[in-house]
């Protein structure tokens, strides 16, 4: 009988969406899980449930399932992230994992990446303003061997675009499948652009998790040197014309 995942202090798995794993269903339909790790704050939600909507539109039929990582109690959040990984193995087997996280939970998933089942990462902004002046600074070897997108808008005021810049930089030393887009005139919430964005992590998402096949920009994104993919704008419309 499997065990389950100890748990990390309050964090749980929201409703599973996408791929059918009800009764009446088995395991074998899942091919793939996205963990889905919201920010701080209620009042500034992101597109995290827009997101999972959108994937299980497009990923769905592929086997992608996605859950919301519930946080609780006070254990660090990189902590439950790293939990709701060791649950999604014991729930579905083998299967490669998403983080994909806004503002403080893209801080956890960039922390918790070194997870083993962890194929990709999509960090959206992240709250990098206090850990940019840390010293040492934010690790990134964890991150080697993964799929990694980073997401900022110009306009972030609660976190410093610049700071995600300099991390993705490092990254990209270790980790040559680093790129990062920016939403120019967009804020923290990315509310102006919120379609686009979505519309990014999906492609990004299914490319890593499935078929390793992503849209023109995203391939660009991840093969120019730095800077250039590291400054990747995000191009007003994106996603409405893709061809996988």
């Not at 899980?33 to 449930?49: E, I, T």
């Not at 439950?80 to 994909?100: F, H, I, K, M, S």
């Not at 806004?102 to 303003?129: F, M, Q």
Request: charged share 20%; glycine share 12%; with cysteine.
């Amino acid at each position: 009988m499997a065990q389950h995942a100890p748990p990390a202090r309050g964090a749980r798995l929201g409703r599973a969406v996408g791929a059918r794993t009800g009764s009446g269903s088995t395991h074998s339909t899942v091919n793939g899980v996205v963990l889905l790790l919201p920010g701080a704050s209620r009042l500034s939600p992101g597109p995290m449930r827009p997101l999972a909507r959108a994937l299980a539109r497009a990923g769905g039929a592929e086997g992608l399932v996605t859950h919301m990582v519930v946080h609780g109690g006070d254990s660090a959040r990189e902590e439950q992230a790293g939990w709701a990984a060791d649950e999604a193995v014991r729930r579905y087997g083998d299967v490669p994992v998403c983080l994909a996280g806004y503002d403080a939970g893209g801080l956890a998933a960039l922390r918790a990446a070194g997870h083993g089942a962890v194929n990709s990462v999509v960090v959206i902004a992240p709250c990098l303003t206090e850990t940019a002046r840390a010293d040492p600074p934010e690790p990134v070897k964890q991150l080697s061997g993964r799929q990694v997108l980073i997401v900022h808008g110009t306009n972030d005021a609660r976190s410093d675009p610049e700071a995600s810049f300099r991390l993705a930089a490092r990254a990209k030393k270790a980790n040559r499948s680093t790129c990062r887009f920016e939403v120019h005139s967009d804020g923290h919430g990315l509310r102006e652009h919120q379609p686009e964005v979505v519309a990014l992590a999906v492609d990004f998402i299914l490319g890593a998790v499935f078929s390793g096949r992503y849209s023109r920009p995203v391939t660009d994104a991840l093969a120019a040197p730095p800077p250039l993919g590291l400054r990747m704008p995000l191009a007003s419309g994106f996603g409405k014309s893709l061809r996988r």
